[in-house]
């Protein structure tokens, strides 16, 4: 390897910029991750509580999300240990279930469609012509529009669309489906059973995302040369005649060739105040994730590792134990806006453990539960919502986060493949 190419600044230690900075110094180049927080991941990081290591948040994968999948195996890591891999399976506790079968990809889809349970004839070929509809106009529409106003206007049977259509939205989106944009749904669709029929599985971890993604990026960033530099907050940037200075708690840092900012988009704002970067930052709104832990004796196991919920505040359960062998553990996932955001952590908690009792009877009580709340998880994924390019206006100087332009919504996915465009447009600078 020869001598570094160029000297480059990756503000915020996300999976964006994890992904970003790994892509580049593997290049050779020069690059500083800084990142404000003790510990790298961002959003997709493990909290200590009560001897477990926990999510901030727990996550889905798909089969879709190939440049995740090829990052972390780039890293060295067997994918089949430490995730569990399950053809699509939506198991709610509405009696409603749908697995997709071992066939070539749509088929897989539509002869899951046309055996599940717990729906009427008329809702499968419902269901069926939608997709056969979606499937002939390519995944694509003329114009963005809310989610539900295009399942209405398909004609999508009200319990079709609370059982299926909406906890997908849900799951993928983090979206209300009344606002959420039907174009990134559909390329969602698109890219999950359009494709290769192992596209569509649901692909769940069976570590905490800090073991599985962060740390070891941060460990491959510095095994070629990077440097990481934790707790340090980037206050301002300032363009000069060759690049660009980083002001760091008062003080001006070297000068670097090219910046990555890696930050929410509100943090991008305050910090790059001075440059002109894009204005479609303002315009941005947020949804929250909340995450609720809940202990129980050792011995408990739920009827699968991952259950569905279509009334109440509960939207997905996971069996931790059966998935990281946290034996007894349950996290269950609320996703968007909602009432339980008006209420105490204390009675959220509470809520959600009776739901679960109500719907499996012979849980035992508790030992304790954990709420986590991400009030910021992602950007609202609203129909018609103009999202920044990676390339700013500013030569050298660049955006890279879920929020970015591209097909996704605010995934994991969607992080990396932003970041390792970013890291693209450097490398053919």
Request: glycine share 8%; net charge positive; proline share 5%.
């Amino acid at each position: 390897m020869g001598a570094p190419l160029r000297k480059i600044a990756v503000i915020g230690g996300g999976i964006a910029g994890l992904s970003a900075a790994s892509k580049l110094v593997r290049d050779g180049n020069d690059v500083t991750v800084f990142e404000s927080a003790p510990q790298l991941g961002g959003r997709a990081r493990a909290i200590t509580w009560k001897g477990q290591q926990l999510d901030n948040g727990q996550h889905i994968l798909l089969g879709a999300y190939h440049q995740t999948l090829n990052l972390i195996s780039s890293l060295g890591i067997n994918l089949d240990a430490v995730f569990l891999r399950l053809p699509l399976t939506l198991q709610m506790q509405s009696s409603f279930s749908l697995k997709a079968k071992p066939l070539p990809a749509p088929l897989n889809l539509l002869f899951g469609l046309l055996l599940a349970k717990g729906l009427s004839w008329g809702e499968r070929l419902a269901a069926i012509r939608f997709f056969i509809w979606v499937r002939n106009k390519d995944f694509k529409l003329v114009k963005d529009e809310p989610l539900l106003d295009l399942l209405n206007r398909h004609r999508q049977p009200p319990r079709l669309i609370k059982w299926m259509w909406e906890p997908l939205c849900l799951a993928a989106l983090n979206t209300s489906i009344k606002t959420a944009s039907a174009q990134i749904y559909l390329n969602v669709l698109r890219d999950s059973f359009n494709q290769n029929k192992n596209d569509s599985d649901l692909i769940l971890p069976r570590a905490d995302l800090s073991t599985l993604l962060a740390n070891p990026l941060g460990i491959d960033i510095i095994k070629h040369g990077g440097e990481i530099k934790l707790k340090t907050t980037v206050d301002n940037i300032v363009k000069t005649d060759h690049g660009f200075n980083l002001c760091i708690e008062g003080k001006t840092d070297l000068e670097f060739s090219h910046v990555i900012i890696a930050t929410s988009p509100h943090h991008t704002l305050s910090i790059s105040h001075a440059l002109d970067v894009a204005r479609e930052l303002n315009s941005f709104d947020y949804q929250p994730i909340y995450t609720v832990y809940i202990q129980y004796p050792s011995d408990v196991k739920l009827p699968s590792e991952m259950i569905g919920f279509t009334k109440g505040i509960a939207q997905w359960a996971f069996d931790r134990g059966q998935l990281c062998g946290q034996r007894g553990l349950v996290a269950v996932i609320i996703s968007a806006e909602g009432h339980h955001q008006k209420i105490t952590q204390e009675a959220l908690g509470e809520a959600v453990t009776d739901e679960l009792r109500s719907a499996f009877p012979n849980l035992p009580k508790h030992e304790w539960f954990k709420v986590i709340a991400e009030k910021r998880a992602t950007f609202s994924c609203t129909a018609g919502l103009k999202r920044p390019s990676q390339k700013t206006s500013t030569p050298n100087l660049y955006l890279a986060g879920d929020y970015t332009e591209g097909d996704y919504p605010a995934t994991i996915e969607g992080a990396i493949r932003s970041g390792q465009t970013c890291a693209q447009f450097i490398l053919q600078s």
